[in-house]
């Protein structure tokens, strides 16, 4: 096996920046503020799962609203095992980032008179808080994003840039991160870049399973890298199936917002019957975990492949202002949302676990930071409250940014290679059907019901996968296809082994073997926690 060589350093700034979503850029503004910044993007800067959320951002903007009916709404929907703190910091602070990215440019949706802003509701909350722009607040927040930072100095975005692993270089106080190595898309070797302070904001992982409404890019990158490099990571086992994927034969998944629901559609079955309000009070503005449960239970019970969503008593003029991507994309399907029941299916969407941090961001290993989807702040628990998440990206990409211009200078020692590869060129079609037949097994064995057989089963796919993998991974060259693949197979191994771990039922994590919730031994995260490095 040949191992790369260690590469010059092919770019230096204070602060280094893997992602280009709301986190992630956030992060990058305000950091700018203090220091240079370069951000890595493996695709465009637009593309993530910030692009794809649909709902929007909950706040609290009203009068008829309080922070304390957030915080108890957040904890409540996090099954018990939300932290306190981090809700509370959520909270409290995520109106003022909401009201600084409308300053920064974020159109979102006001009164006539342009004084308010207009919220809407979603399950699991008790009030309409909600703000949002039409049905697409995630991207356009996002662009909001791109042109605050777009040229401004020292702050640097550079797209199509593979990262495949960070750079640790050891200290006095043991292992510290100093940046990331990439490919270099001019060589096809990898390349280095330099940071006092990185941040991951890599997003999501639901490409680990085969239905899913994440894009392509959301591999577990940030997950995966964190956990070889040293640090903890939590309450993996908590992936959230969102209720109302669009079921259709044509094209991947498509998200049918939780504010749909919010306008007051129902969710039927195939002769019509409603059925939420056997499994909810709350009925469709239930929490997700429950709505997804419950269409499963229909499914099963039924034996159809889906059930509907009818909002059919909405015309389709509002349906088109209030939803106009999600009623222009049934349009292109030959389902009108205003005369038709739309197909819908639960399908993998968000991470409640991932890199375990502090309420600043700061990770198990000195220098790397993490926000966003890819971070387990405490906010989210064992299942995430509806558009919580574009808020956290707000305020725990804003705080890091903040702690991170605290770091002292990177030691100048230099860093460990990137190791582990050979040179051979890796063979694409081996690598996809390894994935297919992992996300298969994961939709399978460890979806919105498992049990311990099931688990079980999981477990040896993941060793299958691995098994497959290894050799070609120590004969190949670093692509970006071998990278995610080996990046899907770690998370799908640490989903697994946090969920085994859990011997209870809570929030996304339901095992008919163990179906009740344990208070008394069962409150607290699941941790994991990876074998120390040592200086080589």
């Known amino acids: 096996m040949t191992q790369p060589e260690l590469p010059a350093v092919t770019a230096a700034a204070d602060f280094i920046v893997v992602g280009s979503g709301i986190a992630g850029l956030t992060f990058a503004r305000i950091a700018s503020e203090a220091g240079t910044v370069i951000v890595l993007t493996k695709k465009n800067r637009a593309e993530s799962n910030t692009n794809y959320a649909q709902g929007g951002v909950a706040a609290v903007v009203t009068e008829d609203d309080s922070a304390a009916l957030h915080i108890e709404d957040t904890l409540t929907a996090g099954a018990g095992l939300c932290h306190r703190d981090a809700v509370e910091v959520l909270v409290r602070e995520g109106p003022d980032r909401v009201r600084q990215m409308a300053e920064w440019g974020a159109r979102f949706e006001r009164d006539p008179a342009g004084a308010s802003f207009l919220v809407g509701r979603e399950g699991g909350h008790s009030r309409n808080r909600i703000v949002h722009a039409a049905d697409r607040t995630g991207w356009e927040i996002e662009r909001a994003l791109i042109e605050q930072t777009r040229n401004r100095p020292g702050l640097d975005i550079l797209d199509h840039v593979d990262v495949?692993?960070?750079?640790?270089?050891?200290?006095?106080?043991?292992?510290?991160?100093?940046?990331?190595?990439?490919?270099?898309?001019?060589?096809?070797?990898?390349?280095?870049?330099?940071?006092?302070?990185?941040?991951?904001?890599?997003?999501?992982?639901?490409?680990?399973?085969?239905?899913?409404?994440?894009?392509?890019?959301?591999?577990?990158?940030?997950?995966?890298?964190?956990?070889?490099?040293?640090?903890?990571?939590?309450?993996?086992?908590?992936?959230?199936?969102?209720?109302?994927?669009?079921?259709?034969?044509?094209?991947?998944?498509?998200?049918?917002?939780?504010?749909?629901?919010?306008?007051?559609?129902?969710?039927?079955?195939?002769?019509?019957?409603?059925?939420?309000?056997?499994?909810?009070?709350?009925?469709?503005?239930?929490?997700?975990?429950?709505?997804?449960?419950?269409?499963?239970?229909?499914?099963?019970?039924?034996?159809?492949?889906?059930?509907?969503?009818?909002?059919?008593?909405?015309?389709?003029?509002?349906?088109?202002?209030?939803?106009?991507?999600?009623?222009?994309?049934?349009?292109?399907?030959?389902?009108?949302?205003?005369?038709?029941?739309?197909?819908?299916v639960p399908a993998a969407h968000y991470a409640c676990g991932g890199v375990l941090t502090d309420l600043h961001g700061r990770t198990g290993l000195p220098g790397l930071y993490a926000a966003g989807e890819v971070a387990c702040t405490g906010v989210h628990g064992a299942n995430r409250l509806a558009s919580n998440s574009l808020l956290e990206a707000m305020v725990f990409g804003g705080r890091a940014a903040v702690a991170a211009q605290a770091e002292t200078d990177a030691p100048s020692a230099s860093p460990e290679g990137l190791s582990g590869f050979g040179s051979a060129e890796p063979q694409a079609g081996e690598l996809t059907g390894i994935r297919s037949a992992l996300a298969d097994a994961m939709d399978d064995l460890v979806g919105i019901v498992r049990s311990d057989a099931g688990l079980e089963a999981a477990a040896r796919a993941v060793r299958s996968a691995q098994e497959r993998l290894d050799p070609i991974v120590r004969s190949s060259r670093p692509t970006l296809e071998l990278s995610e693949a080996r990046n899907v197979v770690l998370v799908a191994d640490l989903i697994v082994r946090s969920a085994r771990k859990r011997r209870e039922s809570r929030g996304l994590h339901y095992n008919i073997d163990c179906p009740a919730t344990d208070d008394a031994n069962w409150r607290h995260d699941t941790v994991l926690r990876p074998p120390s490095r040592r200086n080589p």
Not at 306 to 314: A, E, N, Q, S
């Open 164 to 344: 495949i692993d960070l750079a640790i270089a050891w200290t006095s106080a043991g292992p510290r991160c100093v940046g990331v190595y990439a490919i270099d898309t001019a060589s096809g070797g990898p390349a280095l870049f330099r940071g006092r302070a990185t941040l991951l904001a890599t997003g999501g992982l639901g490409r680990v399973y085969a239905h899913t409404t994440n894009p392509p890019i959301a591999t577990g990158d940030g997950v995966a890298m964190a956990w070889r490099a040293g640090a903890p990571v939590a309450n993996m086992e908590f992936v959230q199936f969102h209720p109302t994927a669009l079921h259709h034969d044509q094209g991947e998944s498509f998200l049918i917002s939780e504010a749909v629901r919010g306008e007051g559609a129902r969710l039927r079955t195939a002769d019509g019957s409603t059925f939420m309000e056997r499994y909810h009070p709350l009925a469709e503005l239930a929490p997700r975990d429950v709505v997804a449960r419950a269409i499963h239970a229909e499914r099963t019970r039924r034996g159809e492949p889906c059930v509907y969503l009818d909002i059919t008593h909405r015309d389709a003029g509002f349906l088109r202002q209030r939803f106009p991507t999600i009623y222009a994309r049934c349009l292109e399907l030959g389902i009108d949302m205003s005369r038709d029941w739309i197909p819908v």
